[in-house]
């Protein structure tokens, strides 16, 4: 039976409980610059006098050690790999995220499952399959998608702290060099998530601009989701 908090049955053992807080998620391509925006809104959010949590994608105790491993071996398949994801997200989400928000904690998730969907789908799981792998995910309050152009991206990193292996698809084999690669995959990333954007109704926020700007931007629908909570924001025109 399917639980309206949750994409699918969400985890039917556990005993249906009210969530007094919220969980608010950021998606975007490799780059883009989540992680900056992450402290930004986190130190925002506690100056207002909120709980927060963060998490993201391989944080979990019992799966990073082996995810580590797993890409460092390039010795997985595709599949396998997505449910190595599935299982470092279950396990966030079950003993991280779920009991935060039963506290009444904000926590910021740097990408959820929609990023692991938009790789699988590039490599070439079947997307129903994988959207299906997903309905124990609780639905967020709010999802920003941070967009930026590839050329912006391929910048950031070069003078930042450069391009890898995952992040430019070379598993795939794309081109015969990092940076051929990177721009072909993160153009097909982008195609993903400007299609999950219009399925699951992602805010999308230009983030071809600098990080006070995007910042700026991002504070605009949380105030709007949370601002008969917050102590100084005020309510938005």
């Known amino acids: 039976m399917k639980n309206?908090?949750?994409y699918g049955a969400g985890f039917p053992y556990r005993e249906k409980q009210k969530l007094s807080g919220k969980l608010i998620v950021l998606e975007g391509s490799d780059g883009v610059g989540r992680s900056t925006q992450i402290r930004l809104l986190r130190r925002w959010l506690?100056?207002?006098?909120?709980?927060?949590?963060?998490?993201?994608l391989t944080r979990s105790g019992l799966t990073q050690p082996g995810l580590d491993a797993a890409k460092?071996?390039?010795?997985?398949?595709?599949?396998?790999?997505?449910?190595?994801?599935?299982?470092?997200?279950?396990?966030?989400?079950?003993?991280?995220?779920?009991?935060?928000?039963?506290?009444?904690?904000?926590?910021?998730?740097?990408?959820?499952?929609?990023?692991?969907?938009?790789r699988d789908i590039i490599r070439g799981i079947d997307k129903t399959w994988a959207r299906n792998l997903y309905g124990i995910?609780?639905?967020?309050?709010?999802?920003?998608?941070?967009?930026a152009s590839v050329d912006s991206l391929v910048?950031?990193?070069?003078?930042?702290?450069g391009l890898n292996y995952w992040e430019a698809g070379m598993n795939l084999y794309l081109a015969d060099n990092?940076?051929?690669?990177?721009?072909?995959?993160?153009?097909?990333?982008?195609?993903?998530?400007?299609?999950?954007?219009?399925?699951?109704?992602f805010v999308t926020v230009d983030a071809d601009r600098t990080p006070n700007e995007i910042f700026e931007t991002l504070k605009v629908p949380i105030v709007?989701?949370?601002?008969?909570?917050l102590t100084k924001a005020k309510k938005p025109s």
């Open 224 to 229: 709007q989701l949370l601002y008969n909570r």
């Open 178 to 201: 990092l940076y051929d690669s990177f721009v072909t995959y993160q153009g097909l990333l982008i195609k993903e998530f400007d299609e999950l954007a219009r399925e699951y109704n």
């Open 46 to 56: 506690e100056d207002e006098g909120y709980a927060v949590s963060d998490t993201g």
């Open 72 to 118: 460092s071996g390039h010795t997985l398949g595709p599949q396998t790999m997505s449910l190595f994801y599935l299982a470092d997200f279950a396990d966030r989400l079950e003993n991280q995220i779920i009991p935060a928000l039963q506290a009444g904690f904000v926590v910021l998730s740097d990408r959820y499952f929609y990023s692991v969907i938009a």
């Open 137 to 147: 995910a609780l639905k967020p309050d709010l999802i920003l998608y941070m967009k």
């Open 155 to 161: 910048t950031r990193l070069i003078h930042g702290r």
């Open 4 to 6: 309206t908090n949750y």
